[in-house]
């Protein structure tokens, strides 16, 4: 017979066994149930948190079983080394939630290479993809868990799409899918994705664009001025600003086959200095100067100046029959209202119109080269010309496709719009190409 001594001890060694056991089970499902907390990692990226706060470790059942087999706590003291770092939240510790612009589903297909090259190998077809907006980077990953660990699987490795100066719009033409809009990187890599709705569609290209500047692109500062007042004096012999006027030169006499025109910004510092001294009622300008040998500061100047007028080219009273008229079904009657409208515009605005859209034609016509057709100049001056002076967000993401596509109509058929003759029964371009 056992010792009343003995049993007692038995009865304490089980207890200490029993709770130390539960102490370790608690432990150990506190700490499995955290690994719930991934399901809701896009809460707190929304709230600016970063991964460093979830735990680095996570013991797997099969620990925990193993625990209970043997009873023992060294299981759990073993480190999850042999885990794949694949499902390591610690890899992103560095990485703040609020790099995150945007996320969700996508379907995307690629259609052109570097340098604008078609994609080879036949056909190229949809895929769906996990896509995530992180500041100027697009990740493509297989699913939502490589979107948190940014760590695909071996072999599976490919690039984020860098949106820098990239052109996004709308797809028109390139799919018969619904809600597909396009993307085209500076190096002209081009993008098809095909978004869950319109409303989701237009979302990803509004982010896009917020995100696609290069740093140090922004307004430039000084005080913004209508074409009729910019300068003094204030236009040229063709009823033109001066700086409008000089842009454009250098333009087509240095930058005619320079590639991407109009898409990459210029330093910044450099076009405030030219700005603010042809504020200053420069009447000449010396193009010489050191300053105007850089075309992308030159065509920067060029955008901000038509940012940046109180009275935006298309006019503030005008902005809503133009989007009205760019939405008329019919296309000739929808070509002949355009022109009606811009004839109306005030005589300065009509002239700079004019010139700007030749100029805008000038440079389509060495897309060639460029790679600017009159599509990625609309993208690049839809939005700066066809606005109101308080432009709103919610102007901006349902104009979006007219505010592009009036500026591409323009500079289409800027011959036939800008035309001398009386509209007197004369056919539009949509009526002689129909006759053919």
């Known amino acids: 017979m056992p010792k009343d001594e003995d049993i007692l001890q038995l009865v304490s060694l089980s207890g200490s066994i029993k709770a130390g056991r539960r102490s370790s089970y608690l432990l150990a499902i506190t700490t499995e149930r955290s690994k719930s907390c991934d399901d809701g990692l896009n809460a707190f990226r929304d709230e600016g948190k970063i991964l460093r706060r979830m735990p680095s470790r996570v013991p797997?059942?099969?620990?925990?079983?193993?625990?209970?087999?043997?009873?023992?706590?060294?299981?759990l003291g073993t480190s999850e080394d042999a885990r794949?770092?694949?499902?390591?939240?610690?890899?992103?510790?560095?990485?703040?939630?609020?790099?995150?612009?945007?996320?969700?589903?996508?379907?995307?297909?690629?259609?052109?290479?570097?340098?604008?090259?078609?994609?080879?190998?036949?056909?190229?077809?949809?895929?769906?993809?996990?896509?995530?907006?992180?500041?100027?980077?697009?990740?493509?990953?297989?699913?939502?868990?490589?979107?948190?660990?940014?760590?695909?699987?071996?072999?599976?490795?490919?690039?984020?799409?860098?949106?820098?100066?990239?052109?996004?719009?709308?797809?028109y033409s390139e799919t018969k899918r619904k809600h597909v809009f396009r993307l085209t990187t500076a190096d002209f890599c081009e993008y098809l994705f095909q978004a869950e709705d319109r409303e989701d569609m237009l979302a990803w290209i509004k982010v896009i664009r917020e995100n696609s500047k290069a740093e140090g692109e922004c307004q430039p500062s000084g005080t913004p001025r209508s074409p009729g007042t910019s300068i003094t004096p204030s236009l040229s012999p063709q009823n033109v600003p001066l700086?409008?006027?000089?842009?454009?030169?250098?333009?087509?006499?240095?930058?005619?086959?320079?590639?991407?025109?109009?898409?990459?910004?210029?330093?910044?510092?450099?076009?405030?200095?030219?700005?603010?001294?042809?504020?200053?009622?420069?009447?000449e300008i010396n193009l010489q100067d050191e300053r105007w040998q850089d075309l992308n500061v030159i065509s920067s100047l060029l955008k901000s100046f038509f940012r940046k007028l109180p009275e935006p080219l298309f006019t503030d009273d005008k902005y809503n029959d133009f989007i009205e008229a760019n939405r008329i079904e019919d296309a000739s009657e929808r070509m002949r209202t355009l022109r009606k409208l811009i004839r109306d515009l005030p005589g300065h605005y009509y002239e700079t119109l004019k010139f700007l859209v030749g100029h805008l034609k000038t440079i389509a016509d060495h897309s060639e080269k460029n790679k600017m057709e009159p599509r990625n100049l609309a993208l690049v001056f839809g939005p700066t010309l066809v606005r109101t002076s308080e432009d709103n967000m919610t102007d901006m993401v349902t104009h979006m496709p007219d505010r592009y596509k009036i500026v591409e109509t323009l500079i289409q058929h800027s011959d036939w719009f800008f035309s001398d003759k009386e509209d007197k029964g004369e056919k539009t371009p949509v009526d002689e190409k129909e006759a053919q």
Not at 60 to 75: E, P, Y
């Open 60 to 75: 797997s059942l099969r620990m925990l079983r193993s625990f209970f087999t043997d009873g023992s706590l060294d299981s």
């Open 243 to 283: 700086i409008v006027e000089a842009c454009c030169k250098v333009v087509e006499d240095r930058g005619l086959e320079y590639m991407g025109i109009y898409r990459v910004p210029g330093n910044n510092a450099v076009v405030s200095s030219l700005q603010e001294q042809l504020n200053k009622g420069a009447t």
């Open 84 to 171: 794949s770092k694949r499902h390591s939240t610690s890899d992103l510790s560095d990485v703040p939630f609020s790099a995150v612009r945007k996320e969700g589903w996508l379907h995307c297909k690629q259609i052109l290479t570097k340098k604008g090259k078609k994609v080879g190998g036949g056909i190229r077809q949809w895929k769906r993809v996990f896509a995530v907006l992180r500041t100027h980077s697009l990740y493509l990953c297989k699913d939502r868990r490589e979107a948190v660990t940014c760590a695909p699987a071996p072999g599976e490795e490919e690039p984020p799409i860098s949106i820098r100066a990239c052109l996004v719009d709308i797809s």
